[in-house]
Antibody, heavy 123, light 107 residues
Framework: QVQLQESGPGLVKPSQTLSLTCTVSGGSISSGGYYWTWIRQHPGKGLEWIGYIYYSGSTYYNPSLESRLTISVDTSKNQFSLKLSSVTAADTAVYYC???????????????WGQGTLVTVSS | DIQMTQSPSSLSASVGDRVNITCRASQGISNYLAWYQQKPGKVPKLLIYGASTLQSGVPSRFSGSGSGTDFTLTISSLQPEDVGSYYCQSYNSAPRTFGQGTKLEIK
């Protein structure tokens, strides 16, 4: 059974960079076809798709965050990471990592999610 | 980018009621539409994918329909444990957009 676990600071100061890591267990992040994804949820609000990375390093970012966002992968550690720069209080949210399979030109919905981690942006 | 619009944004219904939540895509997405249920403090749970395929273990009172741009999630007989928020998602095109959610309460 694949498991994903987010980790990182729960408190980040405004203007700094938010950094989170998702550790994958029970499966290899280098398995073909899987897109490793970040999603966030502002307190009391809906779900916002942030972006994904493939094990090869190719990425797709939400255009609304693209200028501040970097998603990277470390296959040796079976981890992928998110960095969001110049954060403000509007970036306070629960951040989830998730897995999605795509193959043959079609994708499946997210099948495994992390438990989520709350990141608060405050001085 | 595809926009997903859900309605209503909130809904209050009685136990046993039939409940419908709709989701409209700004452009055709074939049947690449998923519905998730989220309870407070919990991870979203996949209910339906492919617009109408019930995820394993999900009660049969949940069903989905639609294709192209218009989709519906139906709960045939509302139960107390169905309280929570429901989200649709287009999952085949990037960005993988979610609807804004529907908060379902028991009257």
């Amino acid at each position: 059974q694949v498991q994903l676990q987010e980790s990182g600071p729960g408190l980040v100061k405004p203007s700094q960079t938010l950094s989170l890591t998702c550790t994958v267990s029970g499966g290899s992040i280098s398995s073909g076809g899987y897109y490793w994804t970040w999603i966030r949820q502002h307190p009391g609000k809906g779900l916002e798709w942030i972006g994904y990375i493939y094990y090869s390093g190719s990425t797709y970012y939400n255009p609304s965050l693209e200028s501040r966002l970097t998603i990277s992968v470390d296959t040796s550690k079976n981890q992928f990471s998110l960095k969001l720069s110049s954060v403000t209080a509007a970036d306070t949210a629960v951040y989830y990592c998730a897995r999605q399979y795509c193959g043959g030109g079609r994708c499946n919905p997210f099948d495994f999610w992390g438990q989520g981690t709350l990141v608060t942006v405050s001085s | 980018d595809i926009q997903m619009t859900q309605s209503p944004s909130s809904l209050s219904a009685s136990v046993g009621d039939r409940v419908n939540i709709t989701c409209r895509a700004s452009q055709g997405i074939s049947n690449y539409l998923a519905w998730y249920q989220q309870k407070p403090g919990k991870v979203p749970k996949l209910l339906i994918y492919g617009a109408s395929t019930l995820q394993s273990g999900v009660p049969s009172r949940f069903s989905g329909s639609g294709s192209g741009t218009d989709f519906t999630l139906t709960i045939s007989s509302l139960q107390p444990e169905d309280v929570g928020s429901y989200y649709c998602q287009s999952y085949n095109s990037a960005p993988r957009t979610f609807g804004q959610g529907t908060k379902l309460e028991i009257k």
